[in-house]
């Protein structure tokens, strides 16, 4: 248990709603992660975080942004849901001696109508 | 741009069996290679995590090998068990680490 929540679990929401997910750890790691899982697309970067107020861009970040404005939290938010961003929404920390391995969260499994 | 490939997409095995899944990745420069386990409607479970200066790491019934100019990793299960069953992901790191690229899985079935 890499102590990762993420809330919350699941959501149905409509076309063109904000929505924000929240991604919250208890051991004050640096790097946090949003990532998407799509059948036949596997996991997906969206936007990581090295330090608070400190975010980049990954491989499917459009119509995606990112906030951290404390160690512990990095929140998600699509400003306007569409259908194409149904998906299963996993936070990861890396932790380890190095900072190298990725621990992943429970998930939130996203449906847009 | 990286690109990872996992094959086969799914096995099925005797309990019992020794097994390996197998992982190809297009470019060598990478920073670490790591081995995921996942079941179904769960998160993600690290396995073990390869640097790119390593040929291999072992955990109990798992080793897993890197081969950077060839762009392969193998992951082999010895004494297979049905507890086993899951889908193995393997993901390689770029950017420092931060860039984890992800195959889209081996869907293993071991049967009693």
């Known amino acids: 248990d890499a102590g990762i929540t993420q809330s919350p679990r699941h959501k149905v929401t409509e076309t063109g709603t904000p929505v924000t997910l929240r991604c919250h750890q208890t051991?004050?790691?640096?790097?946090m992660y949003w990532y998407r899982q799509d059948p036949g697309h596997g996991l997906r970067l969206i936007h990581y975080?090295?330090?608070?107020?400190?975010?980049d861009k990954g491989e499917v970040s459009d119509g995606y942004s990112v906030s951290r404005s404390k160690t512990e939290d990095f929140l998600l938010t699509l400003e306007s849901a569409t259908s194409s961003q149904t998906s299963v929404y996993f936070c990861?920390?890396?932790?380890?001696?190095?900072?190298?391995?990725?621990?992943f969260g429970p998930g939130t499994r996203l449906l847009v109508l | 741009k990286q690109e990872v490939t996992q094959i086969p997409a799914a096995l099925s095995v005797p309990e019992g069996e020794n097994l390996v899944l197998n992982c190809s990745f297009t470019?060598?420069?990478?920073?670490?290679l790591q081995w995921f386990r996942q079941d179904p409607g769960k998160g993600l479970t690290s396995l073990l995590l390869?640097?790119?200066?390593?040929r291999e790491q072992t955990s109990g019934r798992l080793n897993a090998s890197l081969d950077k100019s060839s762009g392969r990793s193998t992951l082999y299960i010895a004494a297979s068990q049905p507890g086993d069953s899951a889908t193995y992901l393997c993901?390689?790191?770029?950017?420092?680490?931060?860039?984890?690229?992800f195959g889209t899985g081996t869907q293993l079935k071991v049967e009693l």
């Open positions: 990861a920390i890396r932790r380890g001696q190095r900072e190298e391995t990725q621990y």
């Open positions: 051991e004050n790691h640096r790097y």
């Open positions: 975080s090295y330090g608070v107020k400190d975010t």
């Open positions: 470019d060598s420069a990478i920073y670490n």
């Open positions: 390869i640097q790119s200066s390593q």
């Open positions: 993901a390689v790191a770029t950017g420092g680490g931060n860039k984890l690229t």
